[in-house]
């Protein structure tokens, strides 16, 4: 059974950092893209940043501020969040894909999921 558990949320000032993990457990994602999304109340939840082998994508309101990576020994995949802004507050969620489908900006072509964790970002 495949399993994502981030770990990392919590609460932090305008201008901030955090850096959110997730563990996947299960199967191994190196050849498949793993990516991280959010959802702030009320809202769609949105693409945030994926990486796999090829490279990595961001939308363009992190791009700057957050550095996906992945340690393939640990099936870990991070967020490293810099300069965090009071918009930036949304549970913060982990996805996988099973076919190896590249770095995707939809959650469509995810597969796996993870519970998410929050990040609240104080002004």
């Known amino acids: 059974q495949v399993q994502l558990v981030e770990s990392g949320g919590g609460l932090v000032q305008t201008g901030g950092s955090l850096r959110l993990s997730c563990a996947a457990s299960?199967?191994?994602?190196?050849?498949?893209?793993m990516g991280w999304f959010r959802q702030a109340p009320g809202k769609e939840r949105e693409f945030v940043a994926a990486?796999?082998?090829?490279?990595?994508g961001y939308a363009d309101s992190v791009k700057g501020r957050f550095t996906i990576s992945r340690d393939n020994a640990k099936n870990t995949v991070y967020l490293q969040m810099k300069n965090l802004k009071p918009d930036d507050t949304a549970v913060y969620y982990c996805?996988?894909?099973?076919?190896?489908w590249g770095v995707g900006y939809s959650s469509s072509v995810y597969d796996y999921w993870g519970q998410g964790t929050q990040v609240t970002v104080s002004s």
């Open positions: 990486i796999d082998w090829t490279g990595t």
């Open positions: 996805a996988a894909q099973k076919t190896a």
């Open positions: 299960g199967r191994t994602f190196s050849n498949s893209a």
